[in-house]
């Protein structure tokens, strides 16, 4: 082989020489040129090619871009043939770091890498390029997951994954995944006394599984590994998830996704079965509990297996729709983007009710935050209202503070998808839906027609039917509860918060409201209801329905907070001579303590109680104030809490009444569509 010119020598690379001519169905394909050195410069051809004709098979890779500085360089060889001359690229330093790991020695391989194949600054070519991204990747004869080089114990992780991936996989744990049996498999690693082969067999696992990985959680191998920039990525999210075979490659280190899947999962369930003490004895057991709770792939598996299974046509599989994504992999994650309309466009591939929306990459004026906040605008908006698929659920996640950049442009009701936005507290994603406060004649969203005065092509004002519920007249004096660590004195002092306000309501109000049906004795019911937002989160059936049972676990655990609080001036000896008076142990053993109940508290953490002026007692956002309106809007499951507004924009809106979203509710008393019965329905305009 003839020895190569410098790099600064060539030319820059000019893309018209593999000019897209059909830019809708073609796209860039990268051959890798081999080296038998791992110092000499990196070279490549690059040649277009046809979706769905191309002849040459090729890898498509997923990777992080860094800081995005163009800092290093490839060479790019004429086509076979041609008597082009040689030219250079500009790269990104992690770019180039993985396509030196990835080179052969003997041979090239093909290659389909975002940064080399897609023209960045051709934002129309870029734009029809990221709609192609979904059949890209699902065209791929393989994904390859760029981790970075080895470190920090990562070959070590590598071979664990690989080991118990395998072992996970000859005990058959993907069967078990795919026909969603994840219950089973709970039931047969609380089992203490298995009978049955499989139980012993699967629990074996898990023993194999914790000594496995305890040695290297105590080197705290895991959370470094979780920690790598890929895991913060959106676009990675899509490339992740839409080619059935997918690889993590972590230095010299190649393994399949679905093998550290089931070894992520065994690592997890044995966290919280027998082999427990396993973690314990090597004293990891607390580091472990913030390595699984931190786990960022739990979301991104879960949207792999459900798109995967959806391709491949198998009974039940749906796919997932936008919104559905977009609170999977965004809320509860700080995600990272470029641009903030990139948290759409990078997993639109992926959303089976995408051609429904009519949501297209724009690329242009990337440098304007009001582009990004008007495309997050028209996405919001088809999600809401998109007559096949609208669901309210993301109103949920239209919290502020928004980010600063955006703010100035978005409307109340759009969220931005970036920070660290709350999980709702009604779980939208149970199979199992516990409420339907707009009742079951009025389970469809009810889009509005604009009103003269307001431009329809305007994006910031949503028109949405449904109903009043009531103005909200006191709310807890204290500021919300925001830290869901444990302390009984801020348990103790939210449940006097609503204790306060429903005291207040029963002098105010001393008839029963009207939607309580007259039943005095279901409205008492809301003190023990409102602080956990009518849901109780159990060990063994996970969250259900506040059926009234669940009184008992709120007097334990208002009994432990009034021990716990009198125990707190006394001396240690003194301290551990009442917890053996009161059988604190005991209690535990035999479960007495309101554990379900502080736990179920826990996912109210962010609201605050308020009271309104007919005696409902319920949790609100933390910003809630003292002349808010809760409604239920049609087609939601829970109320909302709106703010009356003057309109800051320029539009004649007189007779028309104009409102800001503050955030969900509960709301005791109407969260089983008993509103519909009692109001009228009225017309909402959200800013």
């Known amino acids: 082989m003839e020895k190569l010119q410098k790099t600064q020598d060539y030319d820059p690379f000019c893309y018209t020489a593999s000019k897209l001519s059909a830019a809708e169905t073609q796209f860039r394909l990268l051959e890798l040129l081999p080296s038998t050195a791992e110092q000499s410069e990196l070279s490549c051809r690059i040649l277009v090619s046809q979706l769905g004709q191309s002849s040459r ?24 043939g041609s008597e082009g001359k040689r030219t250079t690229l500009a790269i990104t330093e992690s770019l180039h770091t993985a396509l030196v790991h990835l080179r052969h020695t003997r041979q090239s391989i093909w290659l389909w890498v975002d940064q080399i194949c897609i023209h960045q600054k051709d934002h129309v070519e870029k734009g029809n390029q990221v709609e192609l991204m979904g059949r890209i990747y699902a065209g791929a004869e393989q994904v390859l997951v760029w981790l970075g080089p080895a470190a920090d114990g990562s070959d070590a992780l590598m071979e664990v994954f690989l080991t118990v991936g ?14 969603r049996q994840e219950p089973l498999l709970w039931r047969m690693t609380k089992d203490t006394k298995p009978t049955d082969p499989k139980t012993i067999e699967y629990q074996a696992l898990l023993r194999i599984g914790a000594e496995t990985f305890a040695p290297l959680v105590k080197k705290d191998i895991p959370r470094h590994w979780f920690a790598r920039p890929w895991f913060t ?21 190649t393994v399949q996704a679905e093998l550290v899947e089931m070894a992520i999962g065994i690592l997890r369930i044995s966290f919280l079965g027998p082999s427990i003490g396993i973690y314990s004895s090597a004293g990891v057991y607390s580091e472990l509990w913030d390595i699984i709770f931190e786990d960022p792939t739990a979301s991104l598996f879960s949207c792999r297996q459900g798109r995967l299974r959806f391709d491949r046509g198998e009974p039940g599989a749906t796919g997932d729709q936008l919104h559905v994504l977009m609170r999977e992999l965004y809320v509860g994650h700080n995600t990272q983007a470029w641009l903030h309309r990139d948290r759409i466009f990078s997993v639109l591939s992926l959303a089976v009710d995408a051609p429904l929306l009519g949501l297209t990459p724009d690329y242009s004026e990337q440098d304007n935050p009001a582009v990004d906040a008007r495309i997050l605008t028209l996405a919001a908006r088809a999600m809401l209202t998109n007559p096949a698929t609208g669901n309210l659920t993301i109103l949920s996640y239209a919290q502020p503070p928004k980010t600063p950049v955006l703010a100035p442009h978005l409307p109340s ?25 707009c009742g079951p004649a009025h389970l469809a969203v009810h889009p509005l027609p604009l009103p003269a005065g307001i431009a329809a092509a305007n994006p910031r004002v949503l028109g949405l039917g449904g109903f009043r519920v009531d103005t909200i007249s006191a709310v807890a004096a204290d500021q919300a509860w925001t830290d869901m660590s444990w302390d009984a004195g801020r348990f103790r002092g939210v449940l006097e918060q609503v204790d306060g306000l429903f005291e207040r309501g029963m002098v105010e109000h001393a008839g029963v409201p009207v939607m309580y049906g007259g039943d005095g004795d279901r409205r008492a019911e809301a003190r023990w209801r409102v602080p956990i937002g009518g849901l109780f989160l159990t060990r063994a059936e996970g969250v ?64 605050r109680p308020f009271l309104t ?22 087609g939601a499951s829970i109320p909302f809490v709106l703010r009356p507004t003057a309109s800051e924009l320029e539009l004649d809106v007189r007779n028309v009444e104009l409102f800001e979203l503050v955030g969900e509710a509960y709301c005791d008393g109407v969260m089983d569509g008993e509103v519909v019965d009692h109001q009228e329905l009225s017309e909402f305009y959200l800013l």
Request: proline content about 3%; aromatic content about 14%; charged content about 25%.
């Open 57 to 80: 098979k090729y890898k498509a890779l997923s990777y992080a871009w860094g800081n995005g500085r163009m800092s290093h360089s490839i060479t790019v060889l004429p086509a076979e």
């Open 166 to 179: 395998r072992a996970a996989r000859a005990f058959g744990l993907e069967s078990y995944y795919a026909k």
């Open 233 to 253: 990525r959106a676009w990675t999210i899509q490339e992740f998830c839409l080619c059935a075979d997918t690889a993590f490659v972590c230095g010299a280190k």
């Open 413 to 437: 009701w759009v969220p931005d998808w970036c920070g660290d936005l709350r999980p709702s507290f009604y779980k939208p994603h149970m199979i199992k839906h516990h409420f339907a406060a």
């Open 544 to 607: 259900q329905r506040a059926v009234g049972g669940e009184v008992v676990a709120y007097r334990r655990f208002v009994e432990v907070l009034r021990f716990i609080g009198e125990c707190e001036n006394a001396g240690a000896d003194e301290r551990v001579r009442r917890f053996e008076a009161w059988d604190w142990e005991g209690k535990k053993e035999r479960e007495e303590l309101g554990a379900e109940y502080r736990d179920s508290m826990v996912c109210m953490v962010g609201k």
């Open 613 to 634: 002026s007919e005696g409902y007692l319920g949790m609100g956002p933390a910003g809630v104030e003292v002349g808010d309106v809760v409604v239920v809007f049609c």
